[in-house]
């Protein structure tokens, strides 16, 4: 069984940085009492753990916990906020799932800094959830951003979690996704549809697309398939 492990946002969709800024701010209003949003450090990749606790601690609030309210709450302002400014289907990306779907010796998997309820709202507002779920559960299956501070506690529990003969595939956009698979000798395909240029990307590994586009997206196949 290979294992990919598919990032959400900059890699299979975007969703206006508008409405990631105006929904957290209206979760940090509601649930903590504060005026602040996501902007107040850099969270680029960041796991949404990482994210409230360090614009907090720029309040001046030390939170050891985040409360699963706060997850609720921010997606719940998502998919309020996506539904007047809508998310964007990357190129190629819908063609790519469906195939990866379709293989019985492929699992597809979510490894993204959103929370699992956040996760959700954003995938839902485009469809894509549907290649993600448990048939059995009806959840998406994957390891979502309140279950560590880095990306990499992220991928090292879902290295904990596969099975010994198990291959593990990423696809990701970012420089941390990068580093993150290199560190640990991870297998990783980049697409420079998020932040990072192809040139910044191409360091971590020899699989760096412009996007998934113009049937690249058979090429990753390839890829994915050479692992088996």
């Known amino acids: 069984m290979i294992n990919v492990l598919v990032d959400i946002d900059g890699t299979i969709m975007l969703v206006p940085r508008s409405v990631d800024i105006k929904s957290s701010a209206v979760m940090f209003k509601k649930v903590f009492g504060v005026e602040a949003s996501e902007e107040f450090i850099d969270n680029s990749a960041r796991p949404e753990r990482y994210i409230v606790i360090e614009v907090l601690k ?72 549907i290649f993600f779920r448990n048939p059995e559960t009806g959840r998406l299956a994957g390891v979502f951003g309140e279950e560590g501070n880095t990306r990499e506690e992220l991928l090292l529990k879902t290295l904990s979690q596969k099975k010994a003969e198990d291959k593990i595939i990423i696809l990701d956009d970012s420089l941390l996704g990068g580093e993150m698979a290199k560190k640990n000798n991870i297998p990783i395909i980049l697409v420079a549809t998020g932040k990072f240029s192809q040139e910044k990307l191409k360091p971590f590994t020899k699989y760096v697309f412009p996007d998934l586009g113009q049937d690249r997206w058979r090429k990753v196949i390839k890829i994915i398939n050479s692992l088996m």
């Open 58 to 129: 720029k309040m001046a609030i030390k939170l050891k916990e985040v409360p699963e309210k706060a997850y609720i709450s921010w997606a719940e302002a998502e998919s309020q906020e996506l539904k007047k400014n809508p998310a964007k289907i990357l190129p190629g990306a819908v063609e790519l799932l469906k195939k990866l779907s379709e293989n019985q010796e492929i699992k597809l998997s979510l490894l993204t800094g959103n929370s699992y309820f956040r996760a959700e709202a954003k995938l839902n507002s485009v469809g894509l959830d």
